[in-house]
């Protein structure tokens, strides 16, 4: 089934990013628009697919990843102004039958993400 989804490991504590506030945006040029906000279970998933089906279009997405908040309220010191404070993915979606997932492996200072299945 075509869907996109995400999940979100804390790389500084060696876990799921519980409680991760997220955006998923869809991009049309200078066009943006918010599809959905979310946030992360205590698997650092969504509980669902961000989209699935016909409402998964082929396009420009971008997921937008409220890091600094997650590291505040989870009592590491991130700074003022934070390193990393919202982590934005750009990605692109090709017409078919294809799922997209877009995990998020991150600390206060870094972060990595690749095309999961």
């Known amino acids: 089934m075509r869907k996109l989804s995400t999940h979100v490991l804390d790389t500084a504590r060696g876990r799921p990013a519980a409680g ?3 955006e998923l945006w869809h991009l ?3 066009d943006h628009a918010l599809i959905a906000e979310t946030q992360t279970n205590s698997d650092g998933r969504t509980d669902g ?4 089906g016909a409402d998964l279009k082929s396009g420009t997405y ?3 990843f409220h ?3 997650y590291f505040r309220a989870a009592g590491l ?4 102004p934070a390193f990393l404070d919202r982590v934005a993915l750009r990605f692109g979606v ?3 039958d294809e799922g997209y997932h877009v995990p998020l492996l991150c600390s206060p200072w870094s ?5 999961g299945s």
């Open 77 to 80: 010191a991130v700074g003022e």
């Open 62 to 64: 971008e997921l937008v």
């Open 94 to 96: 090709a017409p078919g």
């Open 111 to 115: 972060y990595s993400t690749y095309r």
């Open 28 to 30: 049309d040029g200078n």
């Open 49 to 52: 697919p961000l989209l699935s």
């Open 67 to 69: 890091v600094a908040d």
């Open 20 to 22: 991760m506030r997220l």
